[in-house]
């Protein structure tokens, strides 16, 4: 009896030892994954941040990463030339109002959808669903550009503002989501303190949601931030409305027609430093996030 005993102890510490030793390995691949994965994407930051304080003789020769001399002058050149201030107000106005028109409709979408009864009510999440898989790329720039012909809005910024903003699928079902996690029980008992649908939904329902509406102010931000062949078409007639991503390509020639590529760079850093400031005051909800789906 014992000796049985003992032979089930050792092969318990055997299973344990061995199963210790597999969690560690497995410990170790991911996080040499994990490592692997966040040099191959910081690597093109950090040469394009390195690079931004580069002669351009010395990137055109290349060789090396780190500047012989660093050349601050390169940012206040680049700030200059292609009129940053006026560029960034733009894609501040431009990429601002399409994250706030972008919630509202989001949002008000989600909580009708997700609270209340409709005719046609799977239909519209259908539509929704379908337009994530459908580009909204080059090919459809002409018919938004005549529709936003006869609205008057081809000549300004407001036409490329709605246009993103009617493009809100994803957003939705990440509200949708968020929301079908608030209790019902709070609609009820406002209901019985005489709440309407819309005092429910401003006072008691768009608070709750702050994570995933942190999350959508972020994607939202990003991509409009970033758009750049809608801001390039409405604004050819126009170019003192144009955004930072068109006005970056003012600084690829100089004045004798040679490629400036240092203050191509500087100002490609400096065009990231507003999604940096975005991410930070977002990253609160973004974990929030996360962590809810997490512990879901």
């Known amino acids: 009896m014992e000796v ?33 994965t966040a040099v191959l994407i910081a690597f093109p930051v950090i040469v394009t941040f390195l690079g931004s304080f580069m002669s351009n003789m010395e990137i055109t020769k290349g060789g090396t990463i780190i500047p012989s001399s660093w050349h601050i002058e ?10 940053f201030a006026r560029f960034t107000w733009n894609s501040l106005f431009l990429s601002g109002m399409t994250t706030i028109g972008t919630l509202i409709v989001a949002s008000m979408a989600a909580y009708v959808v997700d609270r209340m009864k409709f005719p046609g009510k799977v239909l519209f999440v259908g539509i929704q669903a ?4 459908i580009s909204i790329g080059a090919v459809v720039i002409r018919p938004q550009f005549e529709l ?4 008057h809005l081809n000549t300004s910024l407001w036409g490329v503002v709605l246009i993103l903003v009617s493009g809100h699928a994803y957003i939705f079902f ?9 209790s019902r029980e709070l609609d009820e008992a406002a ?16 608070p709750l949601m702050r994570p995933g509406l942190g ?6 931000f990003c991509g409009a931030w970033n758009e750049y062949l809608r801001p390039l078409v409405f604004t050819m007639t126009n170019p003192k409305l144009q955004t930072l991503t068109v006005g970056l390509s003012y600084l690829r020639y100089g004045a004798s027609a040679a ?26 909800s973004f974990m929030q996030m996360t962590a809810g789906s997490l512990k879901g």
């Not at 390169?74 to 009129?83: D, F, G, H």
């Open 4 to 36: 049985t005993e003992t032979v089930s102890s050792l092969q318990i510490k055997k299973q344990a030892r061995s199963f210790s030793v597999g969690k560690i390995s497995g410990s170790v691949l991911l996080w040499i994954f994990l490592l692997v």
């Open 74 to 83: 390169n940012y206040k050149e680049a700030w200059v030339q292609a009129n």
């Open 130 to 133: 379908s337009t994530m898989f």
């Open 148 to 151: 936003m012909v006869k609205l």
């Open 174 to 182: 990440i509200l949708l989501s968020f929301l079908q996690g608030i």
């Open 191 to 206: 209901r019985i303190d005489g709440c309407s649908s819309g005092g429910i939904f401003w006072r008691i329902i768009l």
């Open 215 to 220: 999350v959508g102010a972020l994607f939202t």
């Open 259 to 284: 490629v400036q590529t240092h203050y191509m760079l500087a100002g490609a850093c400096l065009s990231i430093l507003p999604l940096l400031v975005v991410y930070m005051l977002a990253n609160k």
